[in-house]
C-alpha cells in the first residue's frame, strides 16, 4: 500500500512566493550570485582563519575537529552546518601474492585484510584522534542513515565480533604471512631474503595523516617494514586511484568518502565497494570479491528480491562477507561540520554537507542580497580531469560540475527522497506484491499484475549499424517487467531549457545517454572501454527496455527489474547527466572521436591501457585534441550515431550546435557544457582556482529551492533503573525531543532497541511502546531478563524520524543481579 506522510508542501510554497513577488516584478532567475570563486586551501585551521577575516565565505569540506568547531562557534562572524555522511577507511591493493616486480602484498590474502579489523583499535580513533567527533565504523554503511537501523541487530552483533583484539589479528596474520613463504627474522618479516615493504599512502589535510601514521606503527609493531608516503590529494591520485596494482605503488590508502544525498538504500555500496562493477579504474578492476559476496552484492545492487524479508537475508549476509574480504577496513563515521560566513546561506545536506549537496548552487546567496561574489575554499581544488563519462569522482571536482548542472529529479537534503526538478511529473507502475511504498504526491504509484514491454521499446544496440535493437525484434514472444516508470517533462522543456553555449537542449542529448551505455561496453564499437564492461554486464541483468513514448511534450518509459524501495527512487529521466557530471551530445561527441582516434580515453583505465592522457575537457592538452575534432566535425557537420540521432538531429540543429560549440570554446577556452545555473568561466590548474559564472539564461526562478526549513534531527535519551532482578519486570523511558520539546509521535517511524549482555551478545531485540509525543517505553518481560546472564548489560535504542532519515542513537547501562 502506498502511504502519504506530511511532508513539506514544496510546490504550494514556491506558487505563494511567486504570487507574493507581484506580477509586474521581475524575478531572478538562475544563481541569487552572480559568481565564485574557487580556491585551494589545504589546512581547515587556516581555513578559518580565512573565514573570519572576510577572505573566503565558505570552506566547504566537512571538518571533524573538536577545536576548530569550539574556534567556529566562538567567533561572531561564522557559523555552520552539521553533516553526518563522511567517512573513513583503508583502501588495500589486493594483487598478488607478488607484484610485477616480484615483492610480496600480504594484503593480497583475504584474511590478513579481515585480521585488521582486529589489530585496529576504532575507539583510539574516535576519542584520541577525532577528538568524539565520529562513531567507530565497521560496515559499507552509514550509521546515520535508514539501513543501518533495519538491521541494527546484526550489526552490532558483527561489530562485537570484529572487536579490537590485537592478539587474534597478530595469531592469523602470522598464520597466513608463513603460508605465503615468509619468515620472522630477528622480528622482522622477510620474504625470498629480503624485508616485506609496506608502502602507505597517508593523506595529509586532515586526520587522515595522525590515522595513517597510527596504522603504520601497528604494522612495524607486528615486524613490516612501512615506506610512508605523506600525499595530498591530486599527488595521491595517481598511486592508488589510476595507477595498475600490479605495480605494487601502494599497499594500502587512507580513504576517505562523503555520500551526496541522505541515502535511503544503501545496497548498492557492495557492489561499488567490493566488485569491479563499482568503477572503471585499475584499482577496482583488480577486484576478485568471492563468488557468494559477487552474488549477494550483485543482487542487492540490483533490488533482486521481491520482499523486505529476502533483501534483509540478503543484506545481513553482505555485512558479514564485507568484513571477511575487507578490501576496505572501513573506519569512522565522521560528526563533521561545514564553516560559512554568517551572512551566507547555502543548503547543507545531512549527509554531504555542503560540497556533497546537489543544491547548493541554486540555493547559494547573502542574506537578503542577489548577486555578487561568493569565495569558496576547498582542500582540493582541481584534482584529476573532469569528463562526464570518466572523469573525476573526487568530492571536490564533483561539487563543481554539479553547481553547472542539473538533473531530472532533484535529492531532499534531509530525506533523501526526491522532487522533480526538469521533469514535470511521474507515473510508477510496479508489479504486485514487490516492496516499494510512495509518500510524495509528484509520482503516481500504481500495483499491477503483470508489465508487457512494447515491442517498439529499445533493449540492445547494434554498433555497426548504429541503431537499436528493439524488444519485438530480440524477444519475438514477448517481454516481462517487474516496474515501469513514466517521466513526463513539460511542454516547454526544449523552449526553455539551454545549454551553457546557447543550444536549446533537444531529445538527442537524452537518447545519446542510453546509446554510450551499450557502445562502450560493446568489442564492436570504435569507442569500446573494457573497464566499462562490468557494470554495463550488471545494468543488462535488469533492464527491460526503453521508448520514447512522446517527443512533444517529451514522455520516457523505462522498463527494469531493479526498482527502488521508494517510489520517487524508482523514476528514470535519462535526463543527460552521467556518472561525472553533465553532457551535451556535441560537447560528448567530439570526446568521442578523438578516442576512436586512440588520442585520449574517457576512463583512467583505458587511458592507461593506450598509453595516452586520461581526457580532461576543461584543461590541459587533452583541450588541444578536441579542438581539433570540433573543426573536424563542424566542417562534416557531424551527427554521431546518426542512424538513430538523425532521428532526433537535423542538420540544420547540428550546424547550431557546432557553431556555438566553437564560439564557446574560442571566449572559454574548454568544452564543458551544463544546463545548471552556473557555468564554467575558466579553470586554472596551476593556481588551483576555479571561475564560475551565472547562466543568465537559467529558466528557473532563482527562489525555487528556498524551502528546506531546519532539519528535525531528533535527541534522546533513555532513563531507567541501574539494577535488574533476573526474572522480574523492567521498565526504561525513552524522551525523544527536537529543540527541547517532545517530539511529535506521528513524525516518528519507530523507536527499536537492542539489549547487549554481559558476554558481549546481543540478547533482546524489540520495538519501544509509544506513550505519548516525546514518550516511549521498553518494557523488558520476567522472560526477556531471566535470559540475561549476571553482569553488566547495555540498552541500545534506535529513534528513526520521519522528516529526516537520520536515526538517533541513545543507550542506558543496567546491572543484572540473580
Known amino acids: 500500500m502506498a502511504r502519504q506522510l506530511p511532508i513539506r508542501c514544496w510546490l504550494a510554497l514556491v506558487l505563494v ?168 627474522v630477528n622480528g622482522v618479516w622477510h620474504y625470498k631474503g629480503s624485508p616485506v615493504e609496506i608502502i602507505a599512502l597517508i593523506r595529509i589535510e586532515d586526520e587522515r595523516r595522525i590515522i595513517g601514521d597510527y ?60 566488485t569491479p562493477r563499482g568503477l572503471a579504474s585499475p584499482l577496482w578492476q583488480a577486484y576478485q570479491p568471492a563468488p557468494e559476496l559477487d552474488e549477494v552484492s550483485d543482487r542487492l545492487g540490483r533490488n533482486d528480491f521481491t520482499s523486505i524479508e529476502e533483501r534483509g537475508e540478503l543484506f545481513r549476509r553482505a555485512l558479514e562477507l564485507a568484513l571477511e574480504d575487507s578490501v576496505r577496513v572501513w573506519l569512522v563515521d565522521r560528526l563533521s561540520f561545514t564553516p560559512r560566513r554568517s551572512d551566507v546561506v547555502v543548503t547543507a545536506d545531512l549527509a554531504a554537507g555542503v560540497a556533497g549537496a546537489q543544491l547548493w548552487a541554486p540555493t547559494l546567496r547573502r542574506v537578503d542580497q542577489a548577486g555578487g561574489t561568493v569565495r569558496i575554499g576547498l582542500p582540493s581544488v582541481l584534482t584529476e580531469p573532469w569528463n562526464p563519462l570518466g572523469g573525476t569522482n573526487w568530492v571536490y571536482d564533483s561539487m563543481l560540475y554539479r553547481g553547472t548542472a542539473e538533473n531530472g529529479i532533484a ?92 543550444s536549446p537542449i533537444s531529445v538527442g542529448d537524452l537518447v545519446i545517454s542510453l546509446i554510450l551505455e551499450f557502445d562502450r561496453a560493446n568489442p564492436a564499437s570504435p569507442v569500446y572501454d573494457e573497464s566499462a564492461v562490468p557494470a554495463h554486464q550488471s545494468f543488462l541483468q535488469t533492464y527491460r527496455g526503453a521508448r520514447i513514448a512522446s517527443t512533444d511534450p517529451l514522455v520516457i518509459e523505462y522498463y527494469s527489474d531493479a526498482f527502488g524501495l521508494d517510489a520517487e527512487w524508482s523514476v528514470t529521466t535519462l535526463y543527460p547527466y552521467y556518472d561525472f557530471g553533465p553532457g551535451a551530445w556535441h560537447n560528448l561527441a567530439v570526446g568521442l572521436l578523438a578516442e576512436a582516434n586512440q588520442e585520449t580515453a574517457f576512463t583512467s583505465a583505458k587511458a592507461s591501457q593506450l598509453g595516452v592522457d586520461y581526457l580532461n575537457m ?108 533476573s526474572g522480574s519486570q523492567a521498565r526504561f523511558d525513552v524522551w525523544v525531543t527536537f529543540n527541547g520539546d517532545p517530539y511529535p509521535g506521528n513524525l ?28 516511549y517505553e521498553v518494557n523488558l518481560t520476567p522472560e526477556q531478563t531471566r535470559l540475561l546472564a549476571a553482569g553488566s548489560n547495555r540498552l541500545e535504542v534506535v529513534v528513526v524520524p520521519i522528516p529526516v532519515s537520520i536515526p538517533t542513537f541513545a543507550s542506558a547501562t543496567f546491572v543484572t543481579t540473580p
Not at 472 to 487: D, F, H, I, Q, R
Open 17 to 184: 512566493l511567486a504570487l507574493a513577488a507581484g506580477a509586474g516584478a521581475q524575478i531572478r532567475t538562475g544563481a541569487w550570485v552572480d559568481e565564485v570563486i574557487v580556491v585551494e586551501e589545504v589546512s581547515s585551521a587556516a581555513a578559518i582563519t580565512r573565514l573570519e577575516v572576510g577572505e573566503f565565505d565558505i570552506y566547504a569540506f566537512t571538518i571533524s575537529d573538536p577545536a576548530l568547531l569550539q574556534r567556529t562557534e566562538a567567533s561572531p562572524f561564522l557559523t555552520y552546518s552539521r553533516s553526518f555522511g563522511s567517512y573513513n577507511e583503508l583502501t588495500f591493493n589486493p594483487y598478488g601474492p607478488e607484484f610485477n616486480d616480484g615483492r610480496l602484498n600480504p594484503f593480497s590474502v583475504p584474511r590478513i585484510r579481515e585480521a585488521m579489523n582486529w589489530l585496529i583499535d576504532r575507539d583510539h580513533i574516535v576519542n584520541e584522534i577525532m577528538g568524539g567527533m565520529a562513531v567507530p565504523k565497521f560496515f559499507p554503511i552509514t550509521a546515520a542513515f535508514p539501513d543501518y537501523a533495519r538491521y541494527a541487530d546484526t550489526a552490532r552483533a558483527l561489530e562485537l565480533k570484529y572487536a579490537h583484539d590485537r592478539d587474534r589479528a597478530r595469531a592469523v596474520i602470522t598464520e597466513e604471512m608463513e603460508q605465503l613463504g615468509a619468515q620472522l
Open 215 to 274: 596504522v603504520s606503527n601497528l604494522l612495524e609493531n607486528l615486524g613490516f617494514v612501512v615506506n610512508r608516503l605523506y600525499r595530498t590529494a591530486a599527488e595521491a591520485t595517481p598511486l592508488w586511484m589510476t595507477a595498475d596494482p600490479a605495480e605494487g605503488r601502494m599497499h594500502f590508502y587512507t580513504g576517505g568518502w562523503v555520500t551526496t544525498a541522505v541515502d535511503r538504500d544503501q545496497a548498492t555500496n557492495f557492489d561499488f565497494f567490493y
Open 411 to 502: 535529492f531532499d537534503p534531509y530525506t533523501g527522497l526526491t522532487y522533480p526538478w526538469r521533469i514535470e511529473r511521474a507515473e510508477v507502475y510496479v508489479k504486485e506484491g514487490l516492496p516499494v511504498s510512495k509518500t510524495l504526491d509528484w509520482v503516481d504509484l500504481h500495483f499491477v499484475p503483470e508489465i508487457q514491454v512494447p515491442a517498439d521499446a529499445w533493449i540492445d544496440w547494434d554498433p555497426v549499424a548504429q541503431r537499436f535493437i528493439t524488444v519485438g525484434e530480440k524477444y519475438p514472444e514477448g517481454l516481462t517487467a517487474n516496474l515501469k516508470s513514466v517521466a513526463y517533462y513539460p511542454a516547454d522543456l526544449f523552449d526553455k531549457v539551454k545549454w551553457h553555449d546557447g
Open 618 to 725: 576543461i584543461a590541459g592538452e587533452t583541450v588541444g585534441v578536441l579542438a581539433k575534432y570540433l573543426q573536424q566535425a563542424s566542417a562534416a557537420n557531424y551527427i554521431p550515431y546518426a542512424p538513430t540521432l538523425g532521428q532526433y538531429i537535423s542538420a540544420d540543429d547540428a550546424r547550431e550546435r557546432w557553431s556555438n560549440l566553437s564560439r564557446w570554446y574560442q571566449e572559454k577556452g574548454h568544452f564543458w557544457l551544463g544546463t545548471g545555473v552556473f557555468y564554467l568561466e575558466r579553470a586554472y590548474p596551476v593556481e588551483k582556482t576555479v571561475h564560475l559564472k551565472r547562466f543568465e539564461l537559467h529558466p528557473d526562478p532563482a527562489n525555487r529551492w528556498d524551502i528546506f526549513a531546519e532539519p528535525m534531527i531528533a535527541e534522546a535519551d533513555v532513563e531507567g533503573p541501574a539494577r535488574v532482578t
Open 748 to 775: 516518528i517511524s519507530e523507536v527499536k532497541y537492542l539489549v547487549i549482555d554481559s558476554r558481549g551478545q546481543v540478547a533482546l531485540v524489540g520495538t519501544a511502546d509509544f506513550i505519548a509525543d516525546g514518550l
